[in-house]
């Protein structure tokens, strides 16, 4: 095309119309209607003789094929002379196109030289090409008379035209860009006195007048796109390497290259050129790079760049999160918000979700919806529907649940002369909708039978003609509320009522976070115990891709893990030696495998992880934290995997080199494959592994013990200072003035030997040569008595601060001795901040360490026995001891201020005061509250002490029960701190509230109305009326 017209364009003109158009191609349809139309179609141009009328296009010149409309043939009319066709100007029903030669530059060795007329003033030449690679010479033609040439090259996708002389600084042009973009682009050029120029895609560029009186001639050859070997005598140099791409429509001189007579031989010459044909490859066609990545490419390969995609890898297959919050507990993650991808390297994107790391982790999926919502004025006709949009679409939310051991969410629905169902003719007259799209008419509590509540299975409903609550249809406020745990039917999504049009009818209801707990998959397990054995499953398709992972551990030497068979293609994953694994495969250019070696064995029956992955570009396979290795696809060989027998996982299909041990998490393109529902039909294979605190033992931290479970294991921090998941979550308390925390060991001295309690293992006989005391403090008053521990014998144990806030430990192990005494006077230790102190003492040698940084042994001389440990007391000590001076003024003063981590040995008293598991002999005394110690550099310790609660908003929920209101926001905090005192007043509004209902309740003897709904109605209007309160002072108001 030698112009950009206008190909198709259509008008409708009324049938009374005068406007006559001329076109090369009319063709006119009649309808039938209240009114008849004529449509004109024109195409190639729109001419308008009568009227003066300007188009923006010019007529299209070129020529059309194969032109229809619905389904008519124009061009086939026009030839017939057809009456409703008109055609105008210069039309003929041929297509003549010219002969373009394309050249193909094979390699950065290729190149073309053609012959010029030498010492011509002026170099000109012009050519069109095509390419995806960024940089190479596309001319050099030398100069004659001067030293120097002329240089056309690609840089960056740029075009930069160099003209090289010696003795003078070179002038350049640049010129274009995105010139690799696999489009032909037209280039000329011209280089003469006075004038440099070029001319890309039409766009002329032009250097400022660089000669003067100097002429340049221009030489005997040309070459494009490389330059021939030095041993040829030329001069032509490139500093780009050499041009892969298309040329075509070659000129010099302004005079044609004839390319057929240069394949002849009769014309220049040329090396690794492709005559006739323009051998580019689109890489990028179809689009291998997977997730959003976008594709570039170069003459042999293409390049994923997988930028904010959240995938990695040669084609952007590999997901860089997790699949759930169990696998990130699991690396040792403590509660947040973390992008989990639930089907790994699936179609489906990762979505933002908070995990709250208990014994199991907890996935917490919000909605917009959260709030008490009442509903009143409705009926069958106008009902109230409540849609609930969630965090992360429909299809991950289905991923989440498939991978969870359990989900639940709680819908509490309240009711008052709003039924649930029509009970004359059982007609739902409240339902919501599940993720399946369904009408459910179960309620929280229940299993999925039709309109049942959880009161309806127990037995408990206020009516025990109904099976619901709110069926009853009585005038007080009662509720059908409870967890939803049917995973099929969950999340809900739309809740709908119609049941509040009567006098006094109304009804709440309030649908909570989506809570899913665990990971079927990650501790999803088979045990083999035969070479002989295997599993099977069907065929693994992954033709374009395919990623396997899983975990192992064994004690065997080398087995194969998993096996797939193809005709000739296939993929294997084995245990070769003790140190090394391999990947090995064929998708039909020949067997290849990648092995990773190890330092260490991976036969010490410890967990490993494996992953593999194959695709268009390479193979690749990591174990653990290892290097990953990778072996490059061969270009434009085959790359379909075609694989056709059963995957055998755990062995071959010729019952030889099985593996012997555990596999685990075995998942392949993201989706788990259940081993332990196999293994259960399978001979010499069992379900499960256990073992699992040899390798994740080490998460359990400050004393933790890891414990074996079924599926998994748990940290048991009843030993520890600590709590948590990993025992991570040190316990804090705040020490108002003379205050204290007494543990007692013994009520006297002749306390049972065999009691199993924590306290009775100090024996009153028992003479305890060593002990192991950890605390952190935090405190700005001296003289202050951080710890003290007292016998019956009248020896003790004193942590103290002194007048001049140096730290002193003294140890008084012999009741007719003075104390020993280890003083610490480098620096005033009440300065408010955070110092941690370990003692460890063996018989009579005592180590002590401060802030990790300062260490001191010293020898006692009281004795090397502590006998008969009565009570470790923290704070004041309110009764009077036999104890040296200093330490008593320290002990009459207290402490005010916070300790932390407090362990003596195997006890942790302010664990047992602030989170009792079983009842303990702690007494507490005084202003003592859990808190926290943390306080950035600056901060006055008391009053950081007072209000550091209110920060403290997830610890004391991490070893409870899941979080239904994630924070969603680390910047509202301060709004945070405003609302809890207005929702404290708040609450202090409601229970007076309350208080007085209940006796007015009280007053009227209304015995007769069941607890459970007093209950109900109390807490739905406390709640009305914290909501209303709030809305008004927020000026939105309910009602």
């Excluded at 011509?120 to 008379?145: D, P």
């Excluded at 007053?1003 to 909501?1027: C, G, M």
Aim: contains cysteine.
């Amino acid at each position: 095309m030698t112009s950009i017209g206008i190909l198709c364009s259509s008008s409708v003109w009324a049938n009374r119309s005068t406007l006559q158009w001329m076109s090369i191609g009319i063709v006119s349809m009649h309808r039938e209607n209240s009114i008849t139309w004529i449509l004109i179609m024109s195409f190639g141009g729109i001419p308008a003789p009568e009227k003066s009328v300007s188009f923006q296009y010019k007529n299209f010149h070129g020529c059309l094929e194969n032109l229809y409309y619905n389904g008519v043939d124009i061009i086939g009319l026009a030839k017939q002379q057809k009456p409703q066709i008109i055609t105008t100007g210069n039309v003929s029903f041929s297509c003549s196109q010219p002969q373009w030669v394309p050249l193909t530059f094979l390699s950065s060795r290729s190149y073309l030289a053609l012959p010029a007329s030498p010492r011509e003033e002026e170099i000109s030449a012009s050519f069109q090409f095509r390419t995806w690679n960024k940089a190479g010479l596309l001319l050099f033609s030398e100069l004659q008379l001067v030293s120097g040439g002329l240089l056309l090259l690609l840089s960056d996708g740029k075009l930069k035209l160099n003209l090289l002389r010696q003795g003078k600084l070179p002038s350049d042009i640049t010129a274009g860009a995105g010139l690799n973009d696999g489009q032909w682009h037209s280039i000329s050029l011209s280089a003469k006195r006075n004038h440099l120029s070029v001319v890309v895609d039409g766009h002329v560029t032009t250097a400022s007048p660089w000669l003067g009186p100097e002429q340049i001639y221009s030489g005997g050859t040309y070459y494009f796109g490389g330059c021939p070997d030095k041993s040829f005598g030329s001069k032509c140099t490139s500093p780009v390497g050499g041009f892969q791409g298309c040329m075509r429509l070659i000129s010099i001189s302004k005079e044609m290259v004839d390319l057929i007579s240069v394949q002849q031989g009769s014309l220049g010459n040329f090396s690794d050129l492709q005559i006739d044909s323009c051998g580019i490859s689109d890489r990028c066609l179809p689009n291998y790079c997977e997730h959003g990545g976008a594709c570039s490419q170069s003459w042999s390969v293409f390049h994923c760049n997988c930028t904010n995609t959240g995938y990695t890898g040669a084609t952007c297959h590999t997901s860089i999160y997790e699949q759930s919050c169990e696998a990130y507990k699991h690396k040792g993650n403590t509660s947040g918000f973390y992008y989990i991808d639930s089907d790994g390297s699936g179609p489906l994107g990762p979505s933002l979700l908070y995990c709250n790391m208990t014994e199991t982790a907890w996935t917490i999926i919000q909605h917009n919806g959260s709030d008490l919502t009442r509903v009143r004025n409705t009926d069958p006709e106008n009902p109230h529907t409540g849609v609930f949009e969630y965090v992360a679409s429909m299809e991950q939310l289905q991923a989440t649940i498939n991978r969870a051991e359990h989900c639940e969410q709680e819908l509490a629905y309240y009711c008052k002369k709003s039924r649930l169902v029509n009970q004359e003719d059982g007609t739902p007259l409240s339902w919501w909708v599940g993720r399946t799209n369904e009408t459910q008419t179960y309620w929280g509590g229940s299993s999925p039978d039709p309109q049942k509540c959880a009161c309806g299975l127990e037995g408990s409903c206020t009516d025990a003609h109904y099976f619901c609550n709110c069926d009853a249809d009585r005038s007080e406020w009662t509720n059908d509320t409870g967890f939803l745990s049917y995973k099929e039917h969950l999340p809900v999504t739309k809740i709908v009522i119609t049941d509040t049009g009567r006098p006094h009818s109304e009804a709440a209801y309030q649908l909570g976070p989506l809570l899913c707990r665990g990971d079927r998959s990650f501790w999803n397990s088979a045990s083999f115990n035969t070479e002989a054995s295997y599993l099977h499953f069907p065929t693994f398709h992954g033709e374009l891709s395919a990623d396997v992972s899983f975990f192992f551990k064994t004690t065997a030497l080398s087995g194969v893990f998993l096996e797939n068979l193809g005709i000739t293609d296939f993929i294997r994953i084995e245990l070769r030696s003790p140190t090394t694994v391999t990947f090995s495969f064929d998708v039909g250019n020949g067997p290849l495998e990648i092995s990773v070696q190890s330092p260490t064995h991976f036969n010490d029956n410890q967990w490993h992880h494996v992953r593999v992955e194959r695709n268009m570009k390479e193979a690749s396979i990591q174990v653990d934290q290892l290097s990953p290795k990778t072996q490059a696809a061969p270009a434009d060989g085959h790359v379909l995997l075609q694989l056709n027998s059963q995957l055998f996982v755990g062995g071959t299909a010729t019952r030889q080199r099985g593996f012997l041990g555990c596999i685990r998490s075995l998942q392949l393109n993201g989706m788990a494959l259940d081993l332990e529902e196999r293994a259960m039909v399978t001979p010499g294979v069992q379900p499960g592994c256990r073992g699992h605190c040899g390798s994740y033992g080490k998460l359990c931290r400050n004393g933790g013990k890891c414990r074996e479970k079924p599926s998994g294991f748990f940290c048991d921090c009843s030993s520890s200072a600590y709590t948590g998941p990993f025992c991570s979550h040190e316990i804090s308390a705040y020490f108002g003035s003379g205050s204290s925390v007494i543990y007692n060991f013994q009520e006297n001295y002749s306390l049972s030997k065999n009691s199993s309690s924590h306290a009775a293992s100090f024996h009153g006989d028992m003479k305890l040569s060593r002990e192991m005391i950890k605390f952190s403090f935090r405190t700005t008053r001296a003289p202050s008595l951080l710890l003290y521990m007292s016998s019956f014998y009248k020896e003790y144990l004193s942590v103290i601060i002194a007048k001049n806030g140096s730290l002193q430990i003294r140890y008084k192990l012999n009741r007719y001795q003075e104390p020993d005494v280890v003083n610490f006077d480098f620096k005033s230790m009440a300065d408010g901040q955070l110092h941690h102190i370990k003692i460890n003492r063996e018989e009579g040698v005592v180590f002590v360490e401060i802030d990790e940084n300062i260490r001191r042994q010293v020898h006692l001389a009281s004795g090397t026995e502590f006998s008969a440990v009565k009570s470790l007391v923290l704070g004041r000590i309110s009764e009077h001891s036999d104890v040296d001076q200093e330490t008593a003024l320290a002990g009459a003063q207290g402490f005010m201020g916070c300790l932390s981590a407090v362990q003596l040995s195997h006890v942790a008293p302010l664990k047992a005061a602030l989170h009792p598991s079983h009842p303990a002999p702690v007494t507490i005394t005084g202003h003592v509250t859990e808190s926290s110690c943390v306080a950035p550099a600056g901060t006055d310790a008391t009053s950081r002490e007072r209000t550091h609660s209110f920060a403290d908003h997830s610890g004391t929920k991490d070893d409870r029960e899941p979080l239904t209101n994630a924070i969603k926001s680390d910047s509202a905090v301060i709004g945070g701190l405003i609302a809890v005192v207005i929702f404290i007043l708040l609450c202090i509004t409601a229970i007076a509230i309350r208080i007085y209902q209940q006796k007015r309740l009280y007053k009227r003897n209304e015995a007769k109305r069941s607890e459970n709904v007093e209950s109900a109605e109390a807490v739905l209007k406390s709640e009305l009326n914290i909501q209303n309160a709030v809305n008004e002072n927020q000026k939105e108001y309910f009602f």
